[in-house]
């Protein structure tokens, strides 16, 4: 297996999860999207500079035979593909656990059929040795 293919993987992988979490908590993609790709830009330009400085001072590389053979510089093109990864799966994993859709857009957590924390005050525990 080459690392296209499994990039690829769980491109598909992320982009699932977060379609998921889009339809279970009702969140506009007009909202997201734009966020996101700009998250997704910084992060390629990110990638694009550690990359090339690891690569270049040869804390790792790579096999020519399990790459396409496209770089950025020194960065083969597959390592782009992770922070496509991230900018799906992180906010998907976040909004699937019950976390905040974005600036309050979206069904509840109550809604979504997703458990939540009870409301309302803290149960009082006896200790049975309470002052009267």
């Not at 992320?14 to 700009?38: C, D, E, K, N, Q």
């Not at 910084?42 to 001072?57: E, H, K, Q, R």
Request: charged share 10%.
């Amino acid at each position: 297996m080459n690392f296209a293919l499994l990039s690829l993987c769980f491109m598909l992988g992320s982009l699932l999860l977060f379609l998921l979490a889009v339809r279970l908590r009702r969140i506009s993609l007009r909202t997201v999207l734009p966020p996101m790709g700009l998250a997704l830009l910084v992060l390629w330009v990110l990638t694009a500079v550690f990359d090339n400085v690891m690569i270049g001072s040869g804390l790792f590389g790579y096999g020519s035979q399990t790459l396409l053979g496209l770089r950025i510089g020194l960065a083969p093109l597959e390592d782009f593909s992770y922070p496509v990864c991230a900018v799906f799966f992180v906010p998907a994993l976040w909004w699937i656990a019950g976390g905040k859709t974005p600036m309050g857009i979206g069904a509840s957590v109550k809604g979504s059929g997703i458990a939540q924390a009870p409301s309302g005050p803290a149960p009082v525990i006896r200790t049975g040795k309470e002052t009267p």
